[in-house]
């Protein structure tokens, strides 16, 4: 396939699914040499099943494993390090990434556990996992979903995935877009299936899947976002990310550029979500450069509290993010907010926690 073509099939059977879709894309003609050391990078932000919409199905990633196995690639691994707060061996185990190890006898590297080194990523100093540099051609498998902070994620941004976690606070430290476009600069994505199969497209990590029963592929990262953002409803300039990767030489920001090529046709039509949860939600929050694990287990508090009835009952923003270290204010959630009058401890404290936390706090109020 081209660098201009997506090309998407639908259906239920997602193994096999993967392994057509590869197979039109001539995938195995686009790897160097049967030796080749391929890495596969799932997204797995948290121990939850794939079925929630935040996760990598691995029926995909047997589909890919299989395929390449079938065309004589023996050298795989799978590779993927999860969000702040929670252990990539614990969503290995809770996604099925397991099995698939124990079945094709493919390794999984942890990068929660590897050291990171320093890398220039076009003008900019990112630390990257050692072992991303032992990859010789890397397959991308980002889920296409929502993100409380950045709108969408899918190709570039499941790349946080391959550095420290100490360099991912470093990240939103540095207000996530940046980066996240320099980052695409440091590690070369060679070819990206996207799992476009039940992400949820209000948060990264799940719990209201969309259930489009697509899977994607794609071999420009920036392009691939950027008919991403269309697929969902957001211009390209609502992800600033995107159009700084094109400004960097990475890809092409122009979605309308895209030939989207559908190998067959849905059976039936999806309900696409009208309204957007996180939209409704974050004018209750005062964000100054929070971590994706803490704001993502904030946003599903608030709907609960929403749910309720009683979340206007809070009165004053919530605040959260690295911006409030050493300062002080009313109501806080996380560590960095220690200072605050009402806070509750945690890096990150987990959605009932903030949940009961906020309840208490609304019913002293």
């Given at each position: 396939?081209r ?28 790897i ?22 935040a ?134 994505q ?13 948060f ?38 995107i ?21 067959n046709?849905p ?20 964000e ?6 803490c ?71």
């Open positions: 396939m660098k201009d073509e997506i090309l998407a099939i639908y259906g239920t059977e997602y193994k096999e699914m993967t392994k057509q879709l590869l197979e039109k894309a001539d995938l195995a003609s686009k160097p040499s049967r030796k080749s050391r391929i890495g596969v990078k799932p997204n797995l932000v948290s121990p939850s099943d794939a079925s929630f919409g996760t990598t199905h691995p029926e995909v990633v047997a589909g890919i494993i299989e395929y390449l196995m079938e065309k004589g690639f023996q050298n795989l691994v799978m590779l993927e390090g999860s969000w702040v707060g929670d252990k990539t061996e614990e969503a290995v185990r809770v996604c099925g990434f397991d099995r698939l190890t124990q079945k094709y006898e493919v390794p999984f590297w942890d990068m929660q556990k590897e050291k990171g080194e320093s890398c220039s990523c076009a003008g900019m100093e990112l630390k990257i996992c050692k072992a991303v540099r032992n990859i010789d051609f890397l397959i991308n498998v980002p889920v296409m979903k929502g993100h409380c902070q950045t709108k969408i994620t899918c190709a570039l941004k499941n790349m946080k995935g391959l550095i420290p976690n100490a360099e991912k606070r470093r990240f939103h430290a540095m207000g996530l877009h940046k980066p996240i476009a320099h980052l695409g600069a440091g590690i070369r060679d070819f990206i299936v996207v799992d476009n199969i039940c992400g949820d497209w209000d990264e990590d799940g719990v209201n899947p969309v259930v489009m029963n697509r899977i994607m592929a794609a071999a420009d990262p920036v392009l691939c976002d950027a008919y991403v953002c269309h697929l969902m409803g957001y211009s390209v300039s609502e992800v600033p990310y159009e700084m990767a094109q400004s960097l030489g990475i890809g092409c920001a122009d979605w309308k550029k895209a030939k989207f090529l559908e190998i046709h059976k039936k039509d999806t309900v696409i979500p009208s309204t957007r949860k996180i939209v409704a939600l974050k004018d209750a929050v005062e100054v450069e929070s971590c994706s694990a704001y993502g287990y904030l946003i599903p508090a608030l709907q609960r509290l929403k749910e309720e009835g009683i979340l206007e009952k809070i009165g004053t923003k919530i605040c959260i993010g690295q911006g409030y270290r050493g300062k002080k204010g009313n109501l806080g959630i996380g560590h960095c907010t220690g200072k605050f009058d009402y806070h509750l401890e945690g890096c990150p404290p987990t959605e009932n926690q903030i949940y009961e936390f906020l309840k208490k706090y609304i019913e002293e109020k």
